[in-house]
């Protein structure tokens, strides 16, 4: 027997056997579930039965010799490959399957070919050996590549333009050959069935695996996948570790993977600032007069007294009443217009008048029989809102780390539409709910330290706070946040995010042409001129903490 094939017969899977001692043969035989079995000896043969049921299956001889053709090695991933881009060869468990063309393989790998840094080949045989095919490739990739014993054969195809590495994987599975790599990365070509068969009969070692830094449980996914079909790998969450299960010749060269991925990595500080300046400018100015008579005039800008509710005053107290003082005025409503006069009853601006004005001056003056009564409003605002939010943040790399300063604010909110639950009266009653919407400083990093100790960085940057609605609708939230990604050196501030928002409002009203007259026109109506500016600015600024504390032994 050379190799059993592979194929399930009464419960047996599979069937191994090696020279365990000068005189002892060890057999190995894989069952597909727990069954009795039964071994009798004989003159010169060994029967082994292996339960009781009676299913029927496929022939087969220990004279037939099986073909087995294992999947070739890809080339490995970037991560993977040593220095220069070049690809370090693994060796995986064997499959049984038909050789793959060269052709057929590099369609398969069409993907691999297209992320591979390896340098690329373009060479055509004809009928050449493939110890010739085997010395071009390491002559082309620097490698040192040895044949293995009684490995023979033409090679007749054409590559064009594909990386080396994958070429020759291509090459070597069109002829039934693998790729091991010896110690000191010597790549060795041999026959997959013989690399088959070394790998089924290599005894299994188990070993326990100390993980520092990672978690066990995350780097199971990596190491199982450079296992062979015999291996395993099992994570331990209580002390952390890894329980690896794997062929003797190989336990050490993955246990060696996971020291690779167990790597301290260093700690990034990070520093944020976020400013925001809100700025409203207030001018304002209006001003209001009247010019009227004793019998006629405009009453909404001066209350004028009602001659027609005089009353006897006595002014000197000497007991006769000496003058006729009006106990009431005319109401604002009231015009007081005289239809036989000819003089210029009012002049008015418009009727707007400044909110609560910083300056109100009044002026009244009498030119000849009239009467001018002069209101001048005045207001300059200046709000400023000088906002600055530092927050620091350290965390590992590659793991996101969030900080968040600020209020849960409760939020009212009132349903018209409940349906009263009580008292049959048939009429809802508005219902009450209250939520909370988080508000303030939130930074929310990712870093990345590179080779070069620059540092990779997907940041989100927020600030916000609440306000009254100028509406009865509650609140309204204000927000200013950034996200982005940014690569910096060690100690670099950047700039993330940089907003400035001006808004200009101007309101004029007054007597039409009058108000637009240069200069004088301010006399004739009311300005106000409002600007709002808004500034935001976000500086973020990290720093690589080393800690050159050696960790403890594996």
Same mark, same amino acid.
Not at 172 to 182: I, N, R, Y
Not at 205 to 230: C, D, E, G, H, Q
Not at 356 to 365: E, G, Y
Not at 469 to 485: K, L, M, R
């Given at each position: 027997?050379?190799?059993?094939d592979?194929?399930?017969?009464?419960?047996?899977?599979?069937?191994?056997?090696?020279?365990?001692?000068?005189?002892?043969?060890?057999?190995?035989?894989?069952?597909?579930?727990?069954?009795?079995?039964?071994v009798d000896?004989?003159a010169?043969?060994?029967?082994?039965?292996?339960?009781?049921?009676?299913?029927?299956?496929?022939?087969?001889s220990?004279?037939?010799?099986?073909?087995?053709?294992?999947?070739?090695?890809?080339?490995?991933?970037?991560?993977?490959?040593?220095?220069?881009?070049?690809?370090?060869?693994?060796?995986?468990?064997?499959?049984?399957?038909?050789?793959?063309?060269?052709?057929?393989?590099?369609?398969?790998?069409?993907?691999?070919?297209?992320?591979?840094?390896?340098?690329?080949?373009?060479?055509?045989?004809?009928?050449?050996?493939?110890?010739?095919?085997?010395?071009?490739?390491?002559?082309?990739?620097?490698?040192?590549?040895?044949?293995?014993?009684?490995?023979?054969?033409?090679?007749?195809?054409?590559?064009?333009?594909?990386?080396?590495?994958?070429?020759?994987?291509?090459?070597?599975?069109?002829?039934?050959?693998?790729?091991?790599?010896?110690?000191?990365?010597?790549?060795?070509?041999?026959?997959?069935?013989?690399?088959?068969?070394?790998?089924?009969?290599?005894?299994?070692?188990?070993?326990?695996?100390?993980?520092?830094?990672?978690?066990?449980?995350?780097?199971?996914?990596?190491?199982?996948?450079?296992?062979?079909?015999?291996?395993?790998?099992?994570?331990?969450?209580?002390?952390?570790?890894?329980?690896?299960?794997?062929?003797?010749?190989?336990?050490?060269?993955?246990?060696?993977?996971v020291?690779?991925?167990?790597?301290?990595?260093?700690?990034?500080?990070?520093?944020?600032?976020?400013?925001?300046?809100?700025?409203?400018?207030?001018?304002?100015?209006?001003?209001?007069y /009247?010019?009227?008579?004793?019998?006629?005039?405009?009453?909404?800008?001066?209350?004028?007294?009602?001659?027609?509710?005089?009353?006897?005053?006595?002014?000197?107290l000497?007991?006769?009443? %000496?003058?006729?003082?009006?106990?009431?005025?005319?109401?604002?409503?009231?015009?007081?217009v005289?239809?036989?006069?000819?003089?210029?009853?009012?002049?008015?601006?418009?009727?707007?008048?400044?909110?609560?004005?910083?300056?109100?001056?009044?002026?009244?003056?009498?030119?000849?029989?009239?009467?001018?009564?002069?209101?001048?409003?005045?207001?300059?605002?200046?709000?400023?809102?000088?906002?600055?939010?530092?927050?620091?943040?350290?965390?590992? %790399?590659?793991?996101?780390?969030?900080?968040?300063?600020? %209020?849960?604010?409760?939020?009212?909110?009132?349903?018209?539409?409940?349906?009263?639950?009580?008292?049959?009266?048939?009429?809802?009653?508005?219902?009450?709910?209250v939520?909370?919407?988080?508000?303030?400083?939130?930074l929310?990093?990712?870093?990345h330290?590179?080779?070069t100790?620059?540092?990779?960085?997907?940041?989100?940057?927020?600030?916000?706070?609440?306000?009254?609605?100028?509406?009865?609708?509650?609140?309204?939230?204000?927000?200013?946040?950034?996200?982005n990604?940014?690569?910096?050196? /060690?100690?670099?501030t950047?700039?993330i995010?940089?907003?400035?928002?001006?808004?200009?409002?101007v309101?004029?009203?007054?007597?039409?042409?009058?108000?637009?007259?240069?200069?004088?026109?301010?006399?004739?109506?009311?300005?106000?001129?409002?600007?709002n500016?808004?500034?935001?600015?976000?500086?973020?600024?990290?720093?690589?903490?080393?800690d050159?504390?050696?960790?403890?032994?594996?």
């Amino acid at each position: 027997m050379a190799l059993y094939d592979g194929q399930n017969r009464g419960g047996v899977r599979n069937v191994r056997y090696a020279q365990f001692k000068p005189d002892v043969v060890r057999v190995v035989i894989d069952l597909d579930a727990l069954k009795d079995y039964q071994v009798d000896r004989a003159a010169g043969q060994v029967r082994v039965r292996i339960g009781s049921d009676r299913t029927a299956f496929a022939a087969w001889s220990s004279n037939t010799v099986a073909v087995a053709t294992p999947t070739p090695v890809p080339p490995r991933r970037a991560a993977e490959r040593g220095s220069g881009g070049e690809a370090a060869a693994r060796v995986t468990t064997p499959t049984l399957s038909q050789p793959m063309s060269i052709e057929d393989y590099l369609a398969a790998h069409r993907a691999e070919a297209a992320q591979s840094q390896a340098a690329r080949i373009t060479v055509q045989w004809d009928n050449a050996s493939i110890e010739d095919v085997v010395a071009g490739f390491a002559a082309f990739s620097g490698r040192t590549i040895i044949l293995g014993k009684d490995i023979k054969g033409n090679v007749t195809a054409e590559v064009k333009n594909q990386p080396w590495d994958l070429a020759m994987y291509a090459v070597l599975e069109s002829q039934g050959l693998a790729v091991k790599t010896l110690p000191g990365g010597i790549l060795n070509v041999v026959s997959q069935i013989e690399l088959a068969r070394a790998d089924s009969t290599v005894p299994i070692t188990t070993r326990l695996v100390r993980v520092n830094y990672a978690k066990a449980t995350s780097l199971v996914p990596s190491v199982v996948s450079i296992l062979s079909k015999r291996g395993n790998a099992v994570a331990d969450s209580t002390s952390n570790s890894l329980v690896i299960t794997e062929v003797t010749s190989r336990i050490d060269e993955v246990v060696e993977f996971v020291k690779g991925l167990d790597q301290r990595t260093p700690q990034v500080s990070i520093q944020a600032k976020i400013i925001f300046v809100d700025r409203t400018d207030v001018e304002e100015l209006g001003v209001k007069y /009247d010019l009227g008579s004793t019998t006629q005039f405009f009453n909404k800008l001066v209350q004028r007294p009602d001659p027609r509710s005089a009353q006897p005053v006595d002014t000197d107290l000497d007991g006769v009443p %000496d003058a006729l003082v009006p106990t009431k005025n005319f109401l604002p409503t009231e015009n007081i217009v005289s239809l036989g006069g000819n003089s210029l009853s009012a002049l008015g601006n418009a009727s707007q008048e400044v909110i609560n004005p910083a300056l109100d001056l009044i002026f009244s003056t009498a030119i000849g029989n009239f009467d001018l009564t002069a209101f001048v409003q005045a207001l300059q605002r200046v709000e400023l809102a000088d906002i600055q939010a530092e927050p620091t943040i350290t965390t590992l %790399d590659n793991r996101q780390a969030e900080i968040l300063v600020g %209020d849960r604010v409760p939020i009212r909110v009132i349903d018209v539409s409940a349906v009263n639950t009580g008292g049959g009266t048939g009429q809802a009653v508005p219902r009450a709910t209250v939520s909370f919407q988080q508000t303030g400083i939130n930074l929310r990093v990712t870093p990345h330290v590179t080779g070069t100790r620059q540092i990779l960085m997907e940041v989100h940057a927020e600030r916000s706070n609440i306000r009254p609605a100028a509406v009865d609708v509650g609140f309204t939230f204000q927000t200013q946040q950034a996200d982005n990604q940014i690569l910096v050196s /060690d100690g670099e501030t950047a700039v993330i995010g940089g907003l400035t928002v001006t808004e200009v409002t101007v309101t004029k009203s007054g007597i039409p042409f009058l108000v637009d007259l240069p200069i004088l026109g301010k006399l004739f109506g009311f300005t106000s001129q409002q600007e709002n500016r808004r500034d935001l600015l976000i500086l973020i600024t990290p720093h690589i903490i080393d800690d050159l504390v050696a960790p403890s032994g594996q």
